[in-house]
């Protein structure tokens, strides 16, 4: 739901018994008041206006939660396949390599290498291989972009990573 709908929501909800609280004082202190038929009307008017309102907000909300059961059960019919970023990014397994221990490498920052070795690569290019999310994948190539392992290129909205010579010597000592 949206942050906009709970809002509306709440706004119907408080105005709906600010209407009540109305009714309900001005029923008990009928002596000192009495309400016309205009102003009765006009209450009838926005009380049946609110709960029409609240009716479409529940209405939209059964059909989210009809949604997301059906996502739920396709998601628990295809499981992921975890398989296919063990094939793009290998792990390393040697750990002698002087340059890799002196910089502080992860296994998958080395499998990032690996990946862009292969070629120039976007960040989304690098994301959908290592199955991250997008901040994740940003921060790990930040960080092999600051330590000079990795060069990059400007295209637009996004950067195009290449492996620096740094980079290649960590990779040919792996």
Same mark, same amino acid.
């Given at each position: *739901? ?10 119907? *909800?408080?105005? $709906?018994? &600010?209407?009540?609280? !109305? !009714? ?8 000192? &008041? ?13 009380? &049946?206006?609110?709960?029409?309102? !609240? ?17 739920? %059960?396709?998601? =628990? ?5 975890? /398989? ?11 750990? =002698? %390599? ?19 070795? $292969? ?8 994301? %959908? ?7 994740? &994948? ?9 330590? /000079?392992?990795? /060069?990059?290129?400007?295209? =637009? ?18």
């Amino acid at each position: *739901m949206d942050i906009i709908d709970f809002v509306i929501v709440a706004s119907l *909800m408080l105005a $709906t018994l &600010t209407c009540y609280h !109305i !009714i309900i004082e001005l029923k008990f202190k009928k002596k000192e &008041t009495t309400i016309s038929k205009d102003e009765y009307s006009l209450l009838k008017a926005i009380l &049946t206006e609110f709960k029409h309102r !609240i009716d479409e907000q529940n209405k939209k909300i059964s059909e989210l939660i009809v949604k997301v059961d059906l996502l739920e %059960n396709k998601v =628990g019919k295809y499981p992921v396949k975890r /398989n296919l970023v063990e094939k793009e990014i290998p792990e390393t397994t040697q750990k =002698g %390599n002087e340059i890799e221990e002196n910089l502080g490498l992860s296994d998958i920052e080395i499998g990032i290498l690996r990946f862009i070795s $292969t070629g120039p690569k976007s960040s989304k290019d690098v994301q %959908n291989a290592i199955k991250k999310s997008r901040e994740h &994948t940003a921060r790990l190539l930040k960080n092999l972009y600051s330590k /000079n392992l990795l /060069n990059r290129e400007s295209q =637009g909205k996004f950067f195009v990573y290449s492996l620096s010579e740094q980079g290649r010597k960590v990779i040919a000592g792996s």
